[in-house]
């Protein structure tokens, strides 16, 4: 980057990009930055089609390794959630070279497991935020905008408050979390600030999470647990009787991990970026 | 029991059962046995109620302790599934004394919570099949024999074919399973046989359930994984591409787990019995 332009690199690792996305989001980096617009390119990948996914396995790891190691991209900007970066993200840390160490990566939801296996690998600039297609969101321009901003400037307002180089942070969405425990992604959080999101689930599997998570001896070494925004939550069958935050703050009771309250992350346009690790605010990565 | 009637507990670890039940699963038990009847006990607990479960936490773990615990039952049968087990495993560990492990326990679904609990702690007649609301199936009759079969006789005929004491075998919900990995609850199941049957989720969930337990390093242990029936499968938007045999034979070739093919477990009112670990066929438990 070095006072140029930013390049920012978009690949879908899960589910396909809507074709909207790649018309509308340059405007807002347009709007935001007329002076320095970064460049955005979205690969061709974002478009492929192969069932559930945008291309097939292979595709997806081999688009994203095109972005991570070409030296001319600053980020890697993930084109959207959907299902499926668990299946090629050890393709993608066995093909990284030492280019795609230099950069940034911002994405959340099925990003999740992408996320904690490049962190996991000690990348130093990972973080949890709006990917390209929350653009399709009411308020989307702001979310895209705030991802711009992070990716750009590093600007404060971008960060959830938490999140401000004081402590150590990491955020999931809790399902993803859950899948990756016990794995060879599931990343060393001790002494983090953890936040965890969901969307569309029914509260019994929020409550099965929960417990999944706060079980796992790694993940009790946490500095303490904030729940973000459970939107769209399914009806549970009978009323569960607790709501999200009664049931994230039993299970911190009940594994000793603190409960630190509310986080402002979650499925909406209103999700702010939590670095992974200890980020320092005025260090940009390059 | 030392050749008297064989008196059978039953308790609900998770969700509250039909009341139905109690009235109709004797009727059962004396048609199949006229003349050595197995006393069916429903603990007051299985019709208690408290949000989602079958009384809150504390009062399901004293149930399942009061039989547990009580020398004069020879077995512990599963109410139902449902969600809840995982919230009491612990504390029934914590309270079970030597009486406990000279019991049959039968269940499947959320109950492969404490199966697995069960079954780590070296309880020696643990097994995965029909639970009691089973009755209310159709062909729920056939199910519920089927379970009583076991309990009383050890009958060959209600065994998944593949359970025949020549391996060691264990069965589970995928994502109950999914749930207890990296846990103090997951057991070790090197050398095992693995069934593993799902129902009422979408096929992107199938696969991410799959893909989290073949990454497992200790379930990459087992000696193979059979796959039950995936009944009642959600819509996938958009169509997944592979069926649920093609996505576990997928993660076996990854993960290099032996595929063995089709169990005879699921769901339904023809789930057979899957004891846990080396049943030898001709030995009854007391």
Redesign the interface.
């Known amino acids: 980057m070095g006072g140029g332009r930013l390049k920012i690199g978009v690949v879908a690792p899960a589910s396909r990009m809507s074709a909207d996305v790649a018309a509308r989001v340059p405007a807002v980096a347009e709007r935001l930055f007329p002076d320095r617009t970064p460049e955005i390119v979205f690969h061709p990948q974002c478009f492929a089609?192969?069932?559930?996914?945008a291309g097939d396995d292979d595709t997806r790891a081999r688009a994203f390794l095109d972005v991570a190691n070409d030296e001319s991209y600053d980020a890697v900007w993930f084109a959207r959630g959907g299902?499926g970066s668990?299946?090629m993200a050890e393709a993608v840390i066995g093909g990284l070279t030492d280019a795609s160490r230099r950069k940034t990566y911002l994405g959340y939801s099925d990003a999740g497991a992408l996320l904690a296996a490049l962190y996991r690998a000690g990348f130093a600039a990972v973080a949890h935020g709006p990917v390209a297609q929350d653009i399709l969101r009411d308020g989307g321009e702001a979310a895209v905008g705030r991802a711009l901003t992070w990716m750009v400037d590093r600007a404060p307002a971008a960060l959830e408050p938490t999140a401000n180089g004081a402590t150590k942070t990491a955020a999931f969405n809790m399902t993803v979390l859950?899948?990756?425990?016990?794995?060879?992604?599931?990343p060393d959080l001790a002494g983090h600030v953890l936040m965890l999101e969901e969307v569309s689930e029914a509260?019994?599997r929020i409550?099965?999470?929960l417990?999944?998570i706060t079980?796992?001896?790694?993940i009790r070494r946490v500095a303490g647990i904030m729940l973000g925004r459970c939107s769209a939550i399914t009806p549970?069958d009978?009323?569960?009787?607790?709501n999200e935050e009664e049931v994230a703050q039993h299970w911190c009771r009940k594994s000793g991990i603190p409960w630190l309250g509310r986080a402002d992350i979650g499925h909406d346009a209103d999700n702010k970026i939590v670095p992974f690790g200890s980020y320092a605010p005025n260090a940009l990565v390059t």
Chains 1, 2 share one sequence.
Do not use: K
């Not at 089609?49 to 996914?53: A, C, D, E, T, V």
């Open positions: 089609s192969h069932g559930h996914f299902y668990c299946r859950s899948q990756l425990l016990g794995t060879p992604l599931q509260m019994y409550d099965r999470a417990f999944h079980s796992n001896a790694e549970n009978p009323e569960f009787g607790m």
